[in-house]
């Protein structure tokens, strides 16, 4: 009994060794901030904030609930945590029930009394089989690799999430942009009809010569093309937002899908290098690191001995009646050693193995805020050079306009011919459309902009989470 107590002590005591390296972060591979005003305090707003549009909110609700890859998401981060669990279980001891019965006749020849006979046992007790005492801190090393996995895959569902909200807004974006450049489309073409039944009109009368007439129908079978290309547009954007949502378009209020300028609210102009460590793909890749700095630990662990035991308590009887009966106890304490000591090299390739997959996984991270920092610097970059885009498209826009109606004014007039009309025209309806691509590209720009900062993650999670 005292050789148990202090066996027990023992593996107490030597329960707190551990060979997993100290974990350091890697420095980050970039200035410490891309704004010289940068502000601490500056935050970004969570998606509910940031999309003030109805419509798209009830779009990302329904891409939350319904959307297949980030269901998936969500059940590998499950899946991660039950093999957490499975992991941290082998820390402590199985206890199990068993109970048998083994009858066995005995020929004669092998018979003691030289006579034959059946022998009858019968065995019931509760006891620990092969559980290994953590000396070297192997199972704790993958116990504590398994929960960085556990962690890293909660980002990698945040990061999904993160991307699906995104995939949303610029789908619906595209889609209301589609429809603005249908609607012009068969503006146009409606102008474009308006003006050859003119010219018909003209040359039946013998005062439109023949090529004004080629003009005219050359542009309205032009405008026709463009309103079936933009028409095959729009449905398949409209086929890619449910692709998205994994749910048919939910019911939308169309007075307010009529304003999209205000669909999005403005985020700090300076944002601290600290919001890049909290991108859902830079934790998850430190918590990946951290996975495989554990690993090390169990690798090295491996290099000494294992000790398991096994013991078990109960009664033996030759009969079932009398198998809890007086005198029937039996116990049994079992202890084993694995010393190992000719592998031919594979424990040292294991360690080498392991110690190869954290210096992937700090590459892998510093990567991972490398990209993050170029997609910030991108998106801030875009800001500015959106706002001189737009001002200067809405320049050409009403400059075009005053063409045209200057050109119209003088084709009316008969001071100049049909084909200037037709070059204002298509002058203007080019304005008019790069307009609406300009307000798109700023808008997917913003929403980009949005997911490289992070998407307003919760500081205190995010914060228990890396602790």
Known sequence: MKYNLLTLALAGVLAGCSMVPNYQQPAAPFAANWEQDASANAQVPDWQQFYRDANLQRLINTALEH??????????????????????????????????????????????????????????????????????????????????????????????????????????????????????????LKTYQDSQRLIELSHDAGVASSLELQQARTATDGARVVVAQNQRQLAQSRNALQRILGAPLPELDEQAAQDSHNALAELPVALP???????????????????????????????????????????????????????????????????????????KASLEYSEIQKNIQVAQYENAIQTAFQEVADGLVARTTYAAQLAAQDELLTSSQNYLDLADRRYREGIDNQLTLLDAQRLNFNARQQKIQTLLARQISEVNLYKALGGGFDNQAAAKQTN
């Not at 996975?291 to 109960?314: D, E, K, Q, V, Y």
């Not at 049994?332 to 594979?346: M, S, T, V, Y």
């Open 273 to 347: 290098s600290e919001l890049l460590q909290r991108r859902p793909d830079i934790m998850q890749a430190e918590h990946q690191l951290k996975a495989a700095n554990a690993n090390i630990g169990a690798a090295r662990a491996a290099f000494f001995p294992s000790i398991s035991l096994t013991a078990t308590a109960g009664s033996l009887s030759g009969e079932l009646s009398d198998l809890f009966g007086s005198g029937t106890g039996t116990w049994l304490f079992q202890p084993q050693i694995h010393l190992p000591i000719f592998n031919a090299g594979r424990l």
């Open 67 to 188: 959307n297949r890859d980030l269901r998936v998401a969500a059940l590998n981060v499950e899946a991660f945590r039950a093999q957490y669990r499975i992991q941290r279980s082998a820390l402590l001891p199985s206890v199990d029930a068993s109970g048998s019965g083994t009858h066995q006749r005995i020929p004669d020849k092998a018979s003691a009394t030289g006579s034959a006979y059946t022998s009858h046992q019968y065995v019931a007790g509760i006891g620990v089989s092969a559980w290994e005492l953590d000396f070297f801190g192997r199972i704790r090393s993958l116990k504590d690799s398994a929960l960085q996995s556990y962690f890293a895959s909660e980002q990698a569902r945040r990061g999904a999430e993160l991307s699906l909200v995104s995939s949303v807004a610029i789908a619906w974006f595209t889609l209301q942009a589609d429809q603005q450049s249908l609607q012009l489309a068969e503006a146009t």
